[in-house]
T-cell receptor, first 115, second 117 residues
Framework: AQTVTQSQPEMSVQEAETVTLSCTYD???????LFWYKQPPSRQMILVIR??????QNATENRFSVNFQKAAKSFSLKISDSQLGDTAMYFC????????????FGQGTILTVHP | ETGVTQTPRHLVMGMTNKKSLKCEQH?????MYWYKQSAKKPLELMFV???????ENNSVPSRFSPECPNSSHLFLHLHTLQPEDSALYLC????????????????FGPGTRLTVL
C-alpha cells in the first residue's frame, strides 16, 4: 500500500518570502503521479501542481515549484514570493499507475502567511 | 456553472433521517469520486465510479449508498448515520483511463459539511 507523509503539521512565513513544504511517500510502483493540493478556509480543494514520476524535470507553476527526488521518494513544494492568499492547508497526494483513481493524501500542512 | 458543484453545502441531520448529497461535474469527465474529510485525519477515498460503474468501495459502511446515474452526476444517499459520520464530504471528477479511474488529475467540488446529531 502507498503512504504519503507530511511531517510539518504547521508552518508560517512572512509575506514575500519563500517557504518549502515537505512530503515523502512510499511505493513499490515505478510509474506514478504526485500532486500538491491547496485547501483554503473556504474548504475548496484546489490543484496547485502535478508531477509525473517519469519526468526528470521538476514541475513549476508560476510561484510554485517542486523538488522531486525519486530515489529518496521526496516531493517538496516551494512557494516563492508568498502572498496572503497562500494561507491554506496544503496536501501532498499520490496516485499509482495501477491505482485506478485511488488518490492517497498526506495529513496536510497548515501554512500561514503573515503580513 | 463551471467545475464541480455540490449541494447542499451544509447539512444537519438526525441519526434516523434519510438525506442525499448531490455532485455535478461540468468538465466532461467520466470518473467521479466521493471522499470523506474528518478532523485530524487524512482524506479518505470512499467510492470510485468510472463510466457510471462503481469500481471501488473502500470498505464503506452500508449506511452510505452511492448512485451514479450518468457521468455528470453522483449522489451519496445517507441513512441511519452515526455522530462519527460528521465530516466534510468531497466530490471529485477526472478523466478515466481504461477500466478504472486512471491517473488523471482529480478536480474537487466545494464539499458538503455534514453534521449528525
Amino acid at each position: 500500500a502507498q503512504t504519503v507523509t507530511q511531517s510539518q503539521p504547521e508552518m508560517s512565513v512572512q509575506e514575500a518570502e519563500t517557504v518549502t513544504l515537505s512530503c515523502t511517500y512510499d511505493t513499490s510502483e515505478s510509474n506514478y503521479y504526485l500532486f500538491w493540493y491547496k485547501q483554503p478556509p473556504s474548504r475548496q480543494m484546489i490543484l496547485v501542481i502535478r508531477q509525473e514520476a517519469y519526468k526528470q524535470q521538476n514541475a513549476t507553476e508560476n510561484r510554485f515549484s517542486v523538488n522531486f527526488q525519486k530515489a529518496a521518494k521526496s516531493f517538496s513544494l516551494k512557494i516563492s514570493d508568498s502572498q496572503l492568499g497562500d494561507t491554506a492547508m496544503y496536501f501532498c497526494a499520490f496516485i499509482g499507475g495501477t491505482s485506478y483513481g485511488k488518490l492517497t493524501f498526506g495529513q496536510g500542512t497548515i501554512l500561514t502567511v503573515h503580513p | 456553472e463551471t467545475g464541480v458543484t455540490q449541494t447542499p453545502r451544509h447539512l444537519v441531520m438526525g441519526m434516523t433521517n434519510k438525506k442525499s448529497l448531490k455532485c455535478e461535474q461540468h468538465l466532461g469527465h467520466n470518473a467521479m469520486y466521493w471522499y470523506k474529510q474528518s478532523a485530524k485525519k487524512p482524506l479518505e477515498l470512499m467510492f470510485v465510479y468510472n463510466f457510471k460503474e462503481q469500481t471501488e468501495n473502500n470498505s464503506v459502511p452500508s449506511r452510505f449508498s452511492p448512485e451514479c446515474p450518468n457521468s455528470s452526476h453522483l449522489f451519496l444517499h445517507l441513512h441511519t448515520l452515526q455522530p462519527e459520520d460528521s465530516a466534510l464530504y468531497l466530490c471529485a471528477s477526472s478523466q478515466a483511463q481504461g477500466g478504472g479511474g486512471g491517473t488523471d488529475t482529480q478536480y474537487f467540488g466545494p464539499g458538503t459539511r455534514l453534521t449528525v446529531l
